[in-house]
């Protein structure tokens, strides 16, 4: 009977959802602080929100290609593609969740949402190997 692979060093996508998520606490107080600096208190809480409902999107992303790699090739495609769809949903139903709030501000929630996402998505690019001998994450002591 062959064993399911349940370490994250077996789980790539997860390795590297892990450090967005990590660069994006990291990196996303810059652009929230900015948002509040601009439009006050709503930008600031425009702007979390969005920060925050981008790191679930990323960590549930790697969370249904870690669960569904496992069950098959077919199942993998069928998540990648439904789960785009869930995870859209999911942001648009935030989105009219709290629109009419007296808090929310659309326009830095927006540039968060955009700006985060590609920003997120550049940045870790950098720290992707391209190699089979370590998928996922580089190394620490690999040349960039």
């Known amino acids: 009977m062959a064993e399911q692979p349940a370490a994250a060093e077996e789980a790539p996508e997860r390795a590297i959802a892990v450090d967005m998520v990590r660069r994006g606490v990291i990196g996303g107080p810059v652009l929230v602080g900015v948002c509040a600096g601009v439009w006050g208190f709503g930008g600031l809480w425009s702007s979390g ?8 999107n990323f960590w549930l992303a790697a969370s249904l290609i870690t669960w569904s790699v496992r069950i098959s090739p077919a199942m993998l495609m069928a998540g990648v593609m439904g789960g785009y769809f869930i995870r859209l949903g999911i942001l648009t139903g935030a989105y009219f969740l709290v629109r009419n709030t007296g808090w929310f501000d659309a326009l830095p929630f927006v540039i968060t949402l955009v700006a985060a996402h590609i920003v997120l998505l550049v940045w870790e690019t950098r720290f992707v190997s391209m190699s089979l001998a370590y998928p996922g994450l580089k190394p620490q002591g690999a040349a960039q």
């Open 49 to 56: 929100y969005a920060l925050g409902l981008i790191l679930f």
